[in-house]
């Protein structure tokens, strides 16, 4: 029930949301290594079918969120709209100032390690609370609710997938810094967002 969503719990996701927007905006945004996920295959779509990623991402989160209210209830739905709106408002005030290292656009290798903390850290404060920044960590804690696939190891098929049928129009150097972030982010993300045994599931539903 929504009365289970405790003001630390929201408080926990907002945190999660402002280390992601941080690390998306000075990291990711300038360095040109991404990650891959729903982000990568809007792009793939736009290159092959001439897709907007207005239309496209929109209607992929749509039904990632969708998928998580069925399976994980409503509780996950109330802390993802805080999640998403969180994230939202950081990275609109984080534009309001310059990069904190711009050099690190000519880093790919620095950049791909130091954005690859961020999301992992963010990402992973915000889904062991129970919330999903994005349409890609709602698809994950779903299918690793159904499938008792660790998270880390969801991440990692999904974005090696969409990562793989990108090199059709990536060029493979900038490929492999996006796999080394994926990798390094999916990982960070298990670690952080695993519970301890008898923990409690903030988004569980009765």
Not at 35 to 60: D, Y
Not at 106 to 129: H, T, Y
Not at 143 to 167: A, E, H
Request: glycine fraction near 12%.
């Amino acid at each position: 029930m929504y009365s289970r969503v405790s003001a630390k719990t929201c408080l926990a996701v907002v945190l999660g949301s402002a280390v992601q927007a941080f690390g998306l905006y000075n990291v990711h945004s300038i360095s040109g290594v991404t990650e891959g996920g729903i982000l990568g295959l809007t792009l793939l779509l736009q290159h092959w079918f001439r897709i907007s990623p207005a239309v496209s991402s929109l209607v992929l989160n749509a039904a990632c969120y969708i998928l998580g209210a069925i399976v994980l209830g409503k509780s996950f739905v109330l802390l993802s709209i805080v999640a998403g709106g969180s994230f939202s408002l950081f990275y609109w005030i984080f534009e309001q100032f310059p990069p904190v290292y711009p050099q690190i656009a000519g880093m790919p290798l620095l950049a791909a390690i130091v954005g690859a903390l961020f999301i992992g850290v963010g990402v992973g404060i915000s889904v062991r609370a129970g919330g999903a920044p994005g349409g890609d960590d709602a698809l994950s804690m779903s299918i690793g609710k159904l499938t008792g696939i660790g998270i880390q190891w969801v991440y990692l098929i999904s974005d090696l997938i969409v990562l793989g049928l990108s090199i059709s129009y990536i060029p493979l150097r900038r490929i492999a810094y996006s796999l080394l972030t994926v990798i390094l982010s999916g990982q960070l993300i298990g670690i952080v967002a695993k519970k301890k045994p008898g923990a409690p599931e903030p988004a569980a539903e009765e």
